[in-house]
């Protein structure tokens, strides 16, 4: 794949449990991720362990990481990382 540009605007105001966040998956390695932007009532990033943090465009991320096993995924079944 390539580098991808996302644009977005307008009011994020939830009202309970929501993420703005983008979401994906890579195969190889199997990897599911969420970019998140900000979420509702509940951290999605909790239980998971904190690997570091980046800035892009003057906007600070946290990374996590947590090991999904059994679950779910685009191949079936599986074990994988999720970011």
Do not use: H
């Amino acid at each position: 794949g390539s580098a991808q540009a996302i644009s977005f605007s307008g009011t994020y105001d939830p009202d309970g449990n929501s993420y703005l966040s983008i979401y994906g998956w890579t195969e190889n390695p199997l990897i599911e991720y969420y970019i998140v932007e900000d979420f509702g009532t509940y951290d999605p990033s909790t239980g998971a362990t904190l690997l570091g943090s980046v800035t892009s465009d003057g906007s600070v991320y946290n990374i996590y990481q947590t090991q999904r096993v059994n679950e779910p995924s685009i191949i079936g079944t599986a074990t994988f990382n999720q970011y």
